[in-house]
């Protein structure tokens, strides 16, 4: 004997329609009841979104960020080190470290990844972090399987080096 609430409840799996994942987006995040696109863009002018993505993003950037060095008792503070500067005050002459952490927490939060393009003097001394959108980055490896990162900017790509960027995977 079937009871018909249950039956309901365990549908068979072994012939899934695939008029229902549309699209990649569809595929990983469902559709939406609405019909309508979300994607980070959209989902910014949702008010939820914006305050959780805002908090999150403040929060973050507004804890303490220093830089250690390992000593032979355990760490200390290394506020002499060549990076403290650039992540506790400017990472750029555009923009302070609170500036850049939230801004980078937001890219994590929205797209899964934030990067920040490295650049070092002729000597190889790192003297400036810029964030770079997530959505105009592709990772790849080369042949040799080293990785790199291709980022697009005004219709060019660029293409960068594993060490000329800092990147934060979300998972």
């Given amino acids: ?12 799996r072994a012939a899934p329609k ?10 990983f995040f469902g559709p939406t ?4 696109t979300v994607n980070e863009h959209t989902a910014l002018t949702t008010s939820a979104v914006y ?4 908090v999150l993003s403040e929060t973050i950037a507004s804890l303490p960020l220093h830089v250690y060095r390992r000593t032979g008792q355990g760490k200390e503070k290394a506020m002499d080190h060549n990076l403290y500067y650039l992540l506790h005050d400017e990472p750029n002459p555009e923009m302070t470290s609170f500036v850049l952490r939230e ?5 994590l939060l929205l797209w899964g990844n934030a990067y920040a393009q490295i650049i070092r003097d002729g000597r190889g001394k790192v003297i400036a972090l810029y964030p770079l959108l997530p959505d ?4 790849g490896r080369t042949e040799k399987g080293e990785l790199y990162y ?5 219709g ?4 960068l080096r594993r060490e000329e960027v800092l990147h934060i995977p979300g998972s």
């Fill in 150 to 154: 291709c980022y697009l900017k005004d």
């Fill in 156 to 159: 060019q790509e660029y293409l």
């Fill in 33 to 36: 009841p609405s019909g309508k």
């Fill in 103 to 107: 801004t980078m927490m937001g890219h």
């Fill in 136 to 139: 105009r980055m592709e990772v």
């Fill in 51 to 54: 305050a959780c993505v805002r």
């Fill in 18 to 27: 695939n008029s229902f994942w549309q699209s990649t987006y569809t595929f």
């Fill in 1 to 12: 004997m079937k009871i018909p609430i249950l039956s309901n409840l365990f549908k068979s």
